[in-house]
């Protein structure tokens, strides 16, 4: 059994509306990346009919190191489906839906027009609502970028998961620089849109590489940000190199805003999607707001808070009862 640190321990039982969300989700036939990618956060989410849909099948044609996504041979596209994720929103009363995909590379659009499509129908069936898409690099292509963003989502998002130097090990179908062009031309393209990406940490980076990742994002056009603690779905993925203390992502949290980014969430158990709604109400109270930076959290974050030892597996005494991923990128 693997042991994590007590920080990593918490309760998976779903309560009354979470179990609600999931018979609501089986019935319209949907998928979320809550389940698949086996997120830490299911019960909390589903119980606050906060959820993540994932579009274009179960099966991803990419196989990176950290995610519990299945990969393989994909599943034809389901035409209905957008109308599906319209009605689900609809059913929940939801007032932000975030959309993700699995990669569909074999694709002649790999999956940017579907991404239109359920961004449209869920507009027509929930006027008001505002849309998240955490989308695939799509191999940068200027054309897939231009068919998502003409359909102005309030939020897109494309993870950049982890530090340049980490990349290939961890993500080998993709690219680091790719996934910061990804990112430059959709704030580019921006009419609306914040732009959003997210880190996963305890992979071996060092507080330095994660500094500079800060930065690239922020030249990319990045203005949100989430950071989280890397959790190994199974032996055969990407080994866990440290456990991120809950202090350590506090004082990265400080960083970022010292930064510049407009907002922020870091913790142990954030993930792309967590809470996700937090950052359109931010933004739609002030373009510009975020947190008064702590003058004592930054100087922290500067020096020996972002390099505390490693505190592997080994290290740790206390178990949980559950494993997760990074979450589907």
């Known amino acids: 059994m693997r042991r994590y640190p007590d920080w990593l321990k ?18 319209l036939r949907l998928v ?22 994932m579009i274009l099948g179960e099966r991803c044609t990419r196989s990176c190191r950290f995610c519990a996504v299945p990969h393989g041979k994909p599943q034809p596209v389901e035409a209905d489906e957008p109308q599906r994720v319209a009605e689900a929103v609809n059913r929940l009363g939801l007032k932000h839906v975030v959309i993700t995909s699995v990669a569909r590379d074999e694709l002649a659009d790999e999956g940017a027009g579907h991404f239109a499509a359920v961004i449209q129908a869920v507009r027509e069936r929930n006027p008001g609502v505002t849309v998240e898409v955490l989308v695939p690099d799509f191999h940068a292509r200027p054309a897939l970028i231009d068919c998502v963003m003409g359909a102005q989502p309030e939020v897109f998002a494309h993870n950049l998961e ?4 980490l990349s290939p090990a961890v993500r080998p179908q993709a690219r680091y620089r790719r996934s910061l062009e990804v990112l430059r031309m959709a704030a580019d393209r921006a009419q609306r849109s914040l732009i959003k990406s997210s880190l996963m940490l305890g992979l071996g980076e060092t507080g330095d590489e994660l500094l500079q990742a800060f930065d690239e994002l922020l030249h990319a056009g990045c203005t949100h940000l989430t950071l989280g603690q890397y959790l190994r779905p199974t032996e055969s993925h990407a080994p866990i190199a440290e456990y991120v203390s809950p202090e350590r992502f506090a004082a990265y ?11 922020v969430k870091a913790g142990p158990f954030v993930r792309s999607s967590y809470h996700a709604i937090d950052a359109m109400e931010t933004m739609l109270a002030s ?29 740790v005494t206390h178990s949980t009862d559950h494993q997760a991923c990074g979450g589907c990128r």
């Open 162 to 165: 982890t530090v340049e130097r």
């Open 10 to 27: 918490q309760s998976f039982s779903p309560d009354g509306t979470a179990r609600m969300v999931r018979g609501l989700v089986e019935d």
């Open 287 to 315: 373009p510009d707001a975020r947190p008064p930076v702590q003058a004592g959290r930054v100087v922290a974050a500067a020096s020996a808070g972002l390099h505390e030892p490693h505190n592997t597996e080994s290290h």
């Open 32 to 53: 979320t990346v809550c389940e698949s990618a086996l997120c830490p956060n299911l019960r909390e989410c589903w119980s606050q009919r906060q959820l993540t849909f």
């Open 253 to 263: 949290e400080q960083r970022a805003y010292a930064s510049g980014f407009r907002w």
